[in-house]
């Protein structure tokens, strides 16, 4: 098993920065992939990025410019930093966690929420 907390989302100005952090603790896999989703109220949950071990790193079209994701594999953690935040921004930011070994498997954190005010 696998367990993702997700902390530093708050209220923040339009403009203001964020960073959130994912940390991740149990059986880990050495191959594996970082996601960050988030999902606004009434609306689905869309990609912002994800990092997978070898560095590999995929933005969301919506963010693209705007957010940096990084991972610390010392302390199974993964971060998303959050720039020139915008009203529609705000959301709930989920982690995830995706496995390759033993076998393909994924897990998701509780979430964090990012309010930006105008």
Do not use: H, M
């Amino acid at each position: 098993q696998v367990q993702l907390v997700e902390s530093g989302g708050g209220l923040v100005q339009a403009g203001g920065s964020l960073r959130l952090s994912c940390a991740a603790s149990g059986s880990i896999a050495t191959l594996n992939t970082f996601g960050w989703y988030r999902q606004a109220p009434g609306k689905g949950r869309e990609l912002v990025a994800n990092i997978n071990s070898n560095g590999f790193i995929i933005y969301g079209d919506s963010v693209k410019g705007r957010v940096t994701i990084s991972r610390d594999n010392a302390k199974n953690t993964a971060f998303l930093q959050l720039n020139s935040l915008e009203p529609e921004d705000t959301a709930d930011y989920y982690c995830n966690l995706e496995q390759y070994e033993p076998r393909y498997r994924v897990y998701w954190g509780q979430g964090t929420q990012v309010t930006v005010s105008s």
